[in-house]
């Protein structure tokens, strides 16, 4: 049997220049693929406000609480890198209840048999991932917010404490996020490898160490999501410009749903990592209704996502996972080629789901083993981006609040001192 993403990758057919801007004419007439606004200014206004204030407020809780906690690293190294999995945490139910209450969305997540027992529904209708502790994560980059839904992922896995992602330098800049994105040990690159190389290798080492504290996890060797995109930025028509430059440059023909990917940062990363994980994950995600020809960035933005109310009908995800020891990561033209290979899979994928409307699932299933039950594929599961108990959103100031009591115990306690000081 043909798979799926070759019967779509067959039927592809080369688009002319005419042909392109007839459709890029058409494409500006169509209505929004989220649908009609549905909020008006004022309202719009409110919504803004109230997520500002749910978002920038929960960000400098967030900040603050990793800023009391910093001195645990000199006191013990394990409870330091606890306190902040569990800041981390927090930021992960933060993005699931924003997306939650101001951009519901609707998640279809499917995979290969790679990924056979993993996935699956709970009676209530919440999606749960078993995926292990360990493993690097890369995916397609479409819109600005794919690492919400990533993070999200995480949070069904009960890992949203320990994703880390490897970013553009400049972000670390950003004000309150900048600062917070450091204590959670995010890697920053300036994409110049001479300069990046070494700072790369040091991070990458410093995930493959144990710590003994209460979020150090079930193995030998701290939990760890690594999360990197090798695209290296989301799809847009100045990436589209850079990925064709690219394919003409070195004579390869060019991607239409997705960019060409670099390998030399992942390449790195599977390298250095080899020994402490087992598995790379893969996720081609895709939006509903972007059409052919546009990009995602310009139609579900911030604004129109979490003001206007028109977020995406459905974001739709296809998970794989390969064995680092079957990927070619010490020869560098072999993994080029192995990586480019997947992403034209990746767009292949794509172009599947906009034939008919879904990616590819698993439907089989295992046979049995040693009297166990067979395990079955996941199929579709559809599901929301929701908190699996509303708690957690309280849960998320104790830690900042019980921080600030501590410290205003401290600081009494030397008014106190000062007092009796002078006294004497």
């Known amino acids: 049997m043909r798979h799926p993403a070759a019967s779509a990758a067959a039927s592809v057919q080369p688009i002319s220049a005419q042909d392109k801007k007839a459709e890029s004419k058409r494409l500006a007439e169509q209505p929004h693929p989220g649908g009609a606004i549905k909020h008006g200014t004022w309202v719009q206004a409110l ?55 101001w951009a519901p969305v609707k998640m279809r997540v499917s995979g290969d048999e790679s990924v056979r027992g993993q996935l699956r529904q709970t009676e209530d209708g919440r999606l749960e991932c078993d995926f292990p502790e360990r493993l690097v994560l890369i995916s397609n980059h479409q819109i600005y917010t794919d690492w919400v839904y990533l993070w999200w992922i995480a949070y069904t896995s009960k890992m949203h404490g320990h994703l880390y992602i490897i970013l553009k330098e400049s972000i670390k800049y950003i004000p309150i996020l900048g600062v917070g994105m450091q204590f959670y040990g995010f890697i920053f690159l300036s994409r110049k490898w001479a300069t990046d190389r070494m700072r790369f290798q040091y991070r990458l080492r410093k995930l493959s160490t144990h710590h003994a504290g209460p979020m150090s996890g079930s193995s030998y060797l701290d939990p760890m999501w690594l999360l990197i995109f090798p695209e290296g930025t989301n799809l847009s028509s100045n990436g589209r410009e850079s990925s064709k430059k690219w394919a003409d440059k070195n004579s390869i023909p060019d991607l239409q749903h997705c960019m060409l990917p670099r390998s030399t940062g992942l390449m790195f990363c599977l390298s250095e990592l080899e020994k402490t994980v087992d598995y790379m994950y893969d996720c081609t995600v895709a939006y509903e209704g972007v059409p052919r020809g546009q990009y995602g960035q310009d139609l579900y933005t911030i604004r129109s996502t979490y003001m206007q109310g028109r977020s995406p009908k459905s974001v739709n995800m296809h998970w794989r996972r390969f064995a680092l020891s079957s990927i070619p990561m010490h020869d560098e033209k072999a993994f080029s080629d192995w990586l480019l290979a997947r992403w034209r899979e990746k767009d292949a994928f794509i172009e599947y789901y906009l034939q008919n409307g879904r990616f590819p699932a698993d439907e089989g299933a295992s046979p049995a083993v040693n009297g166990a039950k067979p395990v079955k594929g996941a199929g579709h599961i559809e599901t929301e981006v929701r908190p699996t108990n509303m708690l957690e959103v309280l849960q998320m100031f104790a830690l900042p609040a019980s921080s600030l009591l501590v410290v205003n115990v401290v600081l009494k306690i030397a008014h106190f001192v000062l007092v009796v000081l002078r006294v004497r």
């Not at 609480?65 to 890198?81: A, M, N």
């Open 47 to 101: 919504r803004a406000v109230s997520f500002f204030v749910y978002f920038i407020g929960n960000c400098i809780a967030i900040t603050v609480t990793q800023i009391i906690g910093s001195p645990l690293y000199f006191y013990s190294r394990d409870l330091f890198y606890a306190w902040m999995a569990m800041t981390k945490q927090h930021f992960g139910v933060l993005c699931t209840t924003m997306t939650y209450w």
